[in-house]
């Protein structure tokens, strides 16, 4: 790899949480490369994407690969950065590919895909999902879910939201919703919990700020709507993804001076974590699968976070004015020094 301009590709899909881990991979190794060069692959799946592992490799349930590989005169990458299962056989293709013009290519991919292949050079895995070795290939655990925020990035998006946040009377508290995983959702008994905190969080003079997720149900998205009209004494305001207008969330970080976060999403738990700020996670089992449940452990032993289970929020208040947060590292900074070391080994 030319140390001072690797070119790094993404493996793109519709998987959002998936491409920004893979960003904030590839920043980071630019950033610690001090330059490079990112170009994004955008992979359509067909129905083979859906047949077992090593089915799927032989025809890598790709629409159109031909389109995947350089236009003539550009050269092929230094770097494949590929995430989750489907990504596997369509990376393990490119690198073949390259191979057949000389050309040497690391693989990173981030999430354990489900089954080991010695050919992924690089897996890249938070340590709540257990994976300890490799029998080949490099292998970096991380504390969370890599990302790509910045305080740069932070204080850009805060300042186009100012003219909405600026009025509203400190502290802000920010809640962040998530939704339905495979196993967990969240309840109404849940959002009720949540907005009495976060009431009691903004204190006498302060603001709610909430923002859901594509996740989150109807009838969660409508207790908080709900909310938002019947409380009139402080500003309460809410956001979702669909209604237009820009995405205030990477705002909402910023702008925040608590965060009250449920704990089914570990990429929105690392971001939030990584800000230094005091955090609350709402945790139980029928919020969060038992994976997530060992992250935010982790997250609590490291104080990096204040878990609550949403039922006394009297004692989680007591508990919180003593918190001291510590910010926990972007897992990108420690994905990118692992991909380094794999061309200098």
Same mark, same amino acid.
């Given at each position: ?34 330059? +490079?060069?990112?170009?994004? /692959?955008?992979? @359509?799946?067909? =129905?083979? &994407?859906?047949? *077992?592992? #090593? ?74 999902? +257990?994976?300890?070795?490799? /029998?080949?290939? @490099?292998?970096? =655990?991380? &504390?969370?879910? *890599?990302? #790509? ?79 938002? /009209? ?116």
């Amino acid at each position: 790899m030319n140390q001072h301009c690797p070119l790094i590709w993404i493996l793109k899909d519709d998987r959002a949480g998936n491409y920004a881990q893979q960003r904030g991979i590839a920043e980071a190794l630019v950033a610690q490369q001090g330059g +490079g060069e990112i170009a994004e /692959k955008a992979v @359509a799946f067909n =129905v083979l &994407s859906r047949l *077992p592992f #090593g089915a799927c490799l032989a025809a890598c349930g790709v629409r159109d690969k031909a389109r995947l590989l350089p236009a003539d005169g550009q050269r092929w990458p230094d770097v494949i950065l590929s995430a989750g299962r489907r990504h596997v056989p369509v990376a393990l293709w490119l690198k073949r590919q390259a191979a057949n013009f000389g050309k040497k290519t690391v693989i990173a991919h981030s999430m354990w895909p489900g089954k080991d292949h010695p050919q992924l050079d690089l897996i890249i895995t938070p340590a709540h999902d +257990g994976i300890a070795t490799r /029998k080949k290939g @490099a292998l970096c =655990v991380t &504390s969370g879910a *890599p990302h #790509g925020l910045t305080p740069e990035k932070l204080r850009a998006a805060e300042m186009q939201w100012r003219g909405k946040f600026a009025a509203l009377p400190r502290p802000h508290c920010v809640m962040l919703v998530g939704g339905k995983t495979r196993k967990t959702d969240i309840s109404r008994a849940d959002v009720a919990e949540l907005a009495v905190a976060a009431w009691h969080l903004a204190g006498d003079g302060g603001s709610v700020l909430v923002s859901t997720s594509r996740r989150t149900s109807k009838a969660a998205q409508g207790r908080l709507e709900m909310y938002e /009209k019947r409380l009139k004494e402080k500003p309460f305001l809410l956001f979702h993804p669909d209604q237009g207008g820009g995405n205030p969330y990477p705002a909402l970080l910023e702008t925040a001076d608590i965060l009250l976060v449920t704990g089914d999403s570990i990429a929105m738990l690392s971001e939030a974590a990584s800000l230094g700020k005091k955090l609350v996670v709402l945790s139980h089992d029928k919020l969060a699968p038992k994976k997530h449940r060992r992250f935010h452990q982790a997250l609590a032993e490291g104080q990096h976070a204040l878990l609550w289970d949403g039922k006394d929020t009297a004692e989680m208040l007591a508990r919180l004015e003593n918190f001291q947060p510590i910010a926990l590292e972007n897992p990108a900074a420690q994905a990118a020094e692992a991909i380094w070391r794999l061309f200098v080994a």
